[in-house]
């Protein structure tokens, strides 16, 4: 059997050259690589001329997943390599693994994850063995800086080693016998002439023994067909080395690719030399200073260093030590990246970010302008085309107009695809208090193609695309109440209609098991907004979004009836719970909510002295604006008011019905002679609250009430005037406690005098 079978590691410089080096010389009728089968018919897609780096990427969803996967290349990936070098020497090329799309897949969202990352033991003890601190130190050591004569042979025993006798698991198991089916078809086919397969090295015993067996039919194997009600498919992305980086996160292969392609083009020693140079003129980029004897002395480190570790050539963590002894002086927090594996940590030293950051390299792929595109990317580009939306800029919107809220839909769309360059700086934020008009920046982005392309997965337009998302959304958040919120509002404002029959009636079911009144408040913010405002969102009357308004009405009554904690300071998601029962009785009357109830819990809860001081504030407030009670409230306010907990119970009642304070004949009165009547240091404790629950009044209602409290003092003077104090509150209460403190002890030591 004339078959070579080389297992590789993926993006490895050493095995894209074995690789290429390899299919030189044999000129096989057949160059097999491990990678989707359902490419095969459009490998010449791949070979079109593109800018690396590129990656296929694939969607599927059916009713039970959405998956989404990326296969990426870049020049020296031995799979590109075999792709390449096999074309030139005219040899049949196939993808010989599952379709990207396979349950073989789902837990992973790139092909290309090191397998051996899985069985991780042996790895371990030929790290210990060797002196070094992790996979790619080891394989740097191993392969990269000496890939002479026997590397075959050396890879060979490697991924042996990491196999071992352990059984792969049945992901494994089921990619490992198609390919081994593809390279018995193709040594069949082949007769005398060779046949080059290049996979995983971890797969690569697997497939070698498999493809020794005997089959039972010589019919290359048929490649899975998605079933009939899935949606997806696999498109060529443009990628960068960013995202490929293991620093990064990159599940997969090599980290550090801009390092690795300067290895590849030029060589260990040219790749060194690239390293120090690029890290010094960074970090000079950065006003971090970098003397020329701070780079002799890396330079001598990092020989030093490569020469004690067995490396003809410093490696790359030989220039990495070196840097780092040569540049940074104090003691480090966290382990330097190169010395662990994956994303790089939180609490780094700004040097060595850099270094990272260097090392990863800016390079972005392109694709050839012939690649086909998913449908979406064309209609995207059309929609912002027909809308003026495709060059950079501010645009303003007044959603009141029809043309500038279609405009808006198509930039929610974007923003909820995750499609980026598309920005609102201003707009609606829940449609409680309508906003009216939206302010967006539009600039140029590299990732957008990329993020068009992927989100193409979704749908083949943006509105059957943003539909989709907010779905899986709905999916994910389960019962989490504001989660469906954020989903709700945002199918309101992409213009999305047929979520009617999924999301409110998973809303209905949330607020029925909800304990958290913030979040059941902000649920009943966001749909009464939708059910109210038909003009801007389109939503208004629906049957579905008035049962959840009323659900959510009754448990927040339910719940703050039973809300005990009469020492708990105010809460602002709260007391805004209370403010969106007040507008749901007010505004949505037909949706079956009981103002006969609101108003009897509220007074219920207003009298609770162990409720806390907001709640009774604010639901005091709910029941004076419900009932529409002209009474003399001084009874009320003074057997509801405490002061140390003033400021609190002021918040909730302001926040609700600050009407009251301001309507002629009100309640301001009565406030400001309670306020007064508080001693001095429970005044100073207060302080703060009370800020707080002024807060609730605009600048123009603000100079109202100070305008009016002058008047009942008979003094003159702007209301305006009153609030520009020269000395902040806190001093002048303190002030004032300081001098009440000095009354009482006056009066302690000189009791009857007169002062």
């Known amino acids: 059997m004339n078959l070579t079978v080389l297992g590789v590691r993926h993006h490895s410089p050493a095995c894209a050259r074995l690789v290429g080096d390899t299919i030189a010389a044999l000129r096989p009728a057949f160059v097999l690589i491990e990678g989707p089968a359902d490419m095969n018919d459009r490998i010449g897609e791949l070979l079109l001329g593109h800018e690396l780096p590129v990656a296929v990427f694939t969607s599927y969803a059916d009713d039970q997943r959405r998956h989404g996967s990326w296969a990426p290349f870049c020049a020296y990936s031995p799979e590109w390599v075999a792709l390449t070098a096999g074309r030139e020497a005219g040899s049949e090329l196939r993808f010989i693994d599952l379709p990207a799309w396979h349950e073989a897949f789902a837990d992973r969202s790139n092909r290309y994850a090191d397998a051996e990352q899985r069985y991780a033991e042996a790895v371990e003890r030929l790290c210990v063995t060797f002196g070094v ?443 805004r719970a209370v403010v969106a029962v007040r507008d749901a009785v007010r505004h949505a009357s037909g949706t079956g909510v009981d103002r006969a109830l609101a108003v009897a819990v509220a007074e219920r809860v207003a009298a609770e002295r162990a409720a806390p001081p907001d709640l009774r504030g604010a639901f005091y407030g709910l029941a004076r604006v419900l009932s529409g009670d002209d009474a003399d409230p001084a009874f009320a306010v003074r057997g509801a008011f405490a002061g140390g907990a003033a400021g609190d119970w002021l918040a909730g009642l302001f926040a609700v019905a600050r009407e009251t304070v301001l309507a002629a004949g009100g309640i301001l009165g009565v406030l400001d002679e309670l306020v007064r009547g508080i001693g001095s240091h429970e005044f100073l404790v207060a302080l703060p609250a009370l800020r707080q629950a002024f807060e609730f009044f605009p600048p123009r209602e603000r100079a109202t009430l100070a305008e009016r409290l002058l008047e009942m003092r008979g003094l003159g003077g702007s209301g305006r005037d009153l609030l520009r104090t020269t000395v902040p509150p806190e001093v002048v209460a303190a002030g004032m406690a300081l001098d009440e403190a000095v009354e009482q002890r006056m009066a302690l030591f000189f009791p009857g005098e007169q002062r």
């Open 133 to 575: 601190d992790n996979t790619d130190a080891l394989w740097d050591h191993l392969v990269e800086m000496d890939p002479g004569d026997g590397l075959a042979e050396r890879l060979a025993a490697y991924f042996d080693l990491i196999r071992g006798e352990a059984s792969a698991g049945p992901s494994d198991t089921a990619r490992e016998a198609y390919m081994a089916g593809w390279v018995r078809a193709a040594v069949r086919e082949a007769g005398d002439r060779p046949v080059v397969a290049v996979v995983g090295g971890f797969h690569r015993p697997a497939v070698l023994r498999l493809s020794s067996s005997p089959a039972d039919a010589d019919d290359w194997p048929a490649v899975p067909r998605p079933p009939d009600t899935a949606t997806g498919g696999s498109y060529l992305v443009p990628y960068s080395f960013r995202r490929l980086d293991a620093f990064a996160g990159y599940q997969s292969g090599m980290p550090s690719p801009a390092y690795y392609q300067r290895l590849w083009e030029d060589g260990p020693a040219a790749a060194a030399r690239y390293l120090v140079t690029a890290v010094a003129g960074r970090l000079r980029e950065r006003g971090q200073p970098v003397s020329t004897a701070d780079l002799i002395a890396a330079r001598t480190s990092a020989e030093a260093l490569s020469r004690l570790r067995g490396h003809d050539q410093p490696a790359r963590v030989d220039v990495l030590d070196g840097l780092a002894a040569a540049l940074i002086n104090e003691a480090l927090d966290v382990p330097l990246p190169w010395s662990v594996r994956g994303a790089i940590t939180a609490g780094q030293h700004p040097a060595v970010v850099e270094m990272t950051a260097v090392l990863s390299g800016d390079r972005v792929g392109r694709l050839h302008p012939d690649t086909p595109l998913p449908p979406l990317v064309h209609a995207a580009t059309a929609e912002l085309e027909r809308h003026d939306l495709d060059r950079p800029g501010d645009r303003d919107l007044d959603l009141l107009d029809t043309a500038a809220r279609d405009r808006s839909r198509v930039l929610h769309r974007l923003r909820v695809l995750d499609v980026p360059g598309f920005q609102r700086v201003s707009g609606p934020a829940t449609g409680i208090d309508p906003v009216l008009a939206e302010k967006w920046t539009i600039r140029t982005d590299e990732d957008r193609l990329v993020a068009l392309i992927e989100a193409g997965g979704y749908g083949p337009t943006l509105e059957a695309a943003a539909t989709a998302k907010i779905g899986q959304r709905v999916d994910e958040a389960g019962n989490d109440l504001g989660r469906l919120a954020d989903a709700l509002f945002d199918a309101a404002l992409c213009g999305v209609t047929s979520f009617t029959g999924d999301l409110p009636a998973r809303l209905e079911r949330g607020v029925a098991a909800g304990n958290d009144l913030g979040e059941l408040g902000r649920v009943l913010a966001v749909t009464l907004a939708l059910w109210r405002h038909d003009r801007l969102l389109g939503t208004s009357g629906s049957e579905l979004l008035g049962a959840v308004i009323a659900g959510a009405c009754r448990r927040i009554l339910w719940l703050a009836e039973g809300w005990h904690g009469a020492g708990l300071p105010a809460d602002l998601p709260r007391i």
